[in-house]
T-cell receptor, first 110, second 118 residues
Framework: QQPVQSPQAVILREGEDAVINCSSS?????VHWYRQKHGEAPVFLMILLKGGEQKGHEKISASFNEKKQQSSLYLTASQLSYSGTYFCGTEGANDYKLSFGAGTTVTVRA | GAVVSQHPSWVICKSGTSVKIECRSLDFQATTMFWYRQFPKQSLMLMAT?????????EQGVEKDKFLINHASLTLSTLTVTSAHPEDSSFYICSASWPGQGLVGPQHFGDGTRLSIL
């Protein structure tokens, strides 16, 4: 089942922060985050494996609440290069594949 | 970083033609490759999981006879769209991974193939 992402879109000015949420209706083994720029393929950002785990990539970090079956991606002090569509991909315990959310389009303006 | 090469980048062909798309992992051996389809401004929809040396596992609703997948080696998987029709027009993306982090592992995507059937 496809995870639910929110918001669908967000517009930021450089330096502002944003949070993207991803929730699943089933128990999760891991959560992946990817960013796709227009006309390009998605790029892997990070994977979270444990409940409560937090990771970071540049000033982008994420958390994973295993009990709530939710993950959040934090964009801190956003840069123009952060613009793109962010997808979460969820993996169930026996899935061996990812289900992707609908995506969140982030636009960072100068 | 890991590199996945996908060819061709775009294809325009007549209805009824079969089209083959290649996905290669250039600097690692990919035990598993995935094929996705993406419509404009939409998410990645998994079509099938391709495992080296075994039959592909197709998602519900994906026609096996229409979308033929072959994973002959640890570095190459191919997707053939047989007798393509306009409704098959889409952006097709492959990804390759190896286990180690999670069951599936981080996905490394090819650049995608834009398929337009006239």
């Amino acid at each position: 089942q496809q995870p639910v992402q929110s918001p669908q879109a967000v517009i930021l000015r450089e330096g502002e922060d944003a949070v993207i949420n991803c929730s699943s209706s089933k128990a999760l083994y891991s959560v992946h985050w990817y960013r796709q720029k227009h006309g390009e393929a998605p790029v892997f950002l990070m994977i979270l494996l444990k409940g409560g785990e937090q990771k970071g990539h540049e000033k982008i970090s994420a958390s994973f609440n295993e009990k709530k079956q939710q993950s959040s991606l934090y964009l801190t002090a956003s840069q123009l290069s952060y613009s793109g569509t962010y997808f979460c991909g969820t993996e169930g315990a026996n899935d061996y594949k990812l289900s992707f959310g609908a995506g969140t389009t982030v636009t960072v303006r100068a | 970083g890991a590199v996945v090469s996908q060819h061709p980048s775009w294809v325009i062909c007549k209805s009824g033609t079969s089209v083959k798309i290649e996905c290669r992992s250039l600097d690692f051996q990919a035990t598993t490759m995935f094929w996705y389809r993406q419509f404009p401004k939409q998410s990645l929809m998994l079509m099938a999981t391709s495992n080296e040396g075994s039959k592909a596992t197709y998602e519900q609703g994906v026609e096996k006879d229409k979308f033929l997948i072959n994973h002959a080696s640890l570095t190459l998987s191919t997707l053939t769209v047989t007798s393509a029709h306009p409704e098959d027009s889409s952006f097709y993306i492959c990804s390759a991974s190896w286990p180690g982090q999670g069951l599936v592992g981080p996905q490394h995507f090819g650049d995608g193939t834009r398929l337009s059937i006239l």
